[in-house]
């Protein structure tokens, strides 16, 4: 029995061993915890980068960090906080200075460690872009600005023309050129990344006179007609100006032709310019713009016109011309032929009248054509020396020479009849009139017929002015404008 006993006390003393073995464990294990180091930022303090290239920065530390940050970072910039890795492409230049911070286990006593990393970003390389060709002339100011990304900060170029220089700060080419050729120039831009460079053409041209204008500083036009005026001048322009034109009117700045229809009646005075490369040449082009039927276009002859009155010449043939009506009379109308040559200015009258009659002693109550001529085109608004009236009857063919200016001066004429009319033929020598013919030149006219039938006189012209007094007032006859188009070439 005391065997037994024994056996059974030994055995329920083991679970109280176990127990005070584990307390003295968890005892000694509290009392020998871990403890890491503050991290302490061990990479270094400055990182560089470039506009557009990219970027990588990482950041170490020791203490076992296990999280990272850093903020604000450059545009473009970004942090992956678990590896501590800054990168991206920068946007923006500049210097910034960022926190940069390094944290170990969270929950220990240790926190993070910090410190500020300074990021240099320098711009990108230069690259030019102000235009790569210039042109200049020689005796005038020259002056051009290369202009580049990056923010350059001093500028370079060479060769230079002959009198031009280059300020490096700003970049300005400037100068007065001695000499014309052309220079292939090599320019920079420089920042603190590098130079971009790129070739100028400079063009150095000779000087030129001013233009002057030479065209004829009138032009005539009609309402509803086709209009065309171009200017020309010396000094070989490259381009012209006209402003302010016509209702109806438009401009050609390449050409100098102003062209179009008219739409109204008025008298423009358009300021007309010719450009260079030394300057602008300007004038006064005065344009008239009259009603329908108040004006056309006389072609140039090219041919020998002989004056017989049969108009059979192929000028003649190809002549502008107008036709009229007598309101009285209805066997009377008149077609007017016009041209011109340096010599001459022809007129061709064809009188469609079945009864010619000169009864009469004044020409004008006769059967007779009638010529007024506004030589200087002053639009007066009484006839005056400067002005013409030429009657010629179609039984007599000896001129009238009604008004003082067109005394004493000669002409040719040639008249021809048949039982349905008379054709009058004439030619009006340049020189006796005191003009000199140039293409665009404009006269003021007024054609016009006398027509007796019966004893009784019936006077009218192109315009309806001789009944009413009105061909004593050149302002309100038409015009004829000469034209460089030839009739029969």
Avoid at 266 to 279: E, K, L, M, Q, S
Avoid at 476 to 489: K, N, Q, R, T, Y
Wanted: glycine residues 8%.
């Amino acid at each position: 029995m005391k065997k037994n006993r024994n056996v059974t006390q030994k055995t329920t003393m083991w679970p109280v061993l176990i127990i005070s073995v584990a307390l003295s464990l968890l005892v000694s294990m509290s009392c020998t915890k871990k403890t890491l180091p503050v991290p302490v930022i061990t990479s270094p303090l400055t990182a560089s980068g470039m506009v557009g290239s990219a970027f990588s920065y990482t950041i170490t530390a020791s203490g076992d960090p296990i999280g990272f940050g850093a903020t604000p970072l450059p545009a473009g910039l970004y942090i992956n906080n678990t590896t501590g890795v800054i990168s991206g492409t920068p946007t923006t230049p500049g210097s910034f200075n960022v926190p940069i911070s390094a944290t170990n286990v969270p929950g220990t006593t240790t926190g993070s460690g910090t410190a500020t990393l300074v990021i240099t970003i320098a711009p990108q390389v230069p690259v030019i872009n102000s235009i790569l060709t210039k042109q200049g002339t020689t005796g005038l100011a020259f002056s051009y600005t290369i202009t580049a990304s990056g923010t350059p900060t001093s500028f370079s170029a060479a060769p230079l023309p002959a009198g031009l220089s280059i300020n490096t700060a700003t970049g300005v080419i400037s100068g007065t050129p001695t000499t014309a050729a052309s220079t292939n120039v090599a320019i920079g831009a420089t920042n603190v990344s590098g130079t971009g460079t790129a070739t100028l053409a400079i063009a150095i041209a000779a000087s030129l006179p001013l233009p002057v204008i030479t065209s004829i500083l009138t032009k005539q036009g009609t309402i509803g007609s086709a209009f065309s005026y171009t200017i020309t001048a010396s000094g070989t322009p490259t381009s012209f100006s006209a402003t302010p034109l016509p209702a109806g009117l438009s401009f050609n700045a390449a050409t100098g032709v102003i062209s179009g229809t008219p739409t109204t009646a008025a008298t423009t005075n358009v300021t007309i310019g010719a450009t260079n490369v030394t300057g602008t040449g300007s004038a006064t082009l005065a344009i008239t713009i009259d009603a329908a039927n108040n004006s056309f276009v006389v072609k140039k002859n090219a041919k020998t016109i002989t004056i017989d009155g049969t108009l059979s010449e192929c000028s003649w043939t190809n002549a502008n011309s107008i036709t009229f009506t007598n309101p009285t009379f209805s066997n009377n109308a008149v077609k007017v032929r016009t041209l011109w040559d340096n010599t001459n200015l022809y007129i061709a009258y064809e009188v469609t009248d079945s009864q010619i009659e000169n009864p009469a002693v004044n020409p004008w109550e006769q059967d007779a054509i009638e010529l007024f001529l506004d030589i200087g085109h002053e639009k007066s608004a009484t006839m005056d020396t400067n002005d013409y009236q030429i009657i010629i009857t179609a039984l007599n063919s000896n001129p009238v020479n009604y008004y003082a200016a067109a005394a004493g001066k000669t002409i040719q004429k040639a008249i021809t009849t048949s039982g349905s009319g008379y054709i009058v033929e004439i030619a009006v020598p340049w020189a006796q009139i005191g003009t000199t013919p140039v293409p665009d030149k404009t006269l003021g006219i007024l054609f016009s017929n006398d027509d007796m039938d019966g004893g009784v006189t019936n006077s009218f012209d192109w315009k309806n002015l001789i009944e009413s007094g009105g061909f004593k007032r050149p302002n309100l006859w038409g015009d004829i404008s000469l034209s460089s188009a030839v009739a029969c070439p």
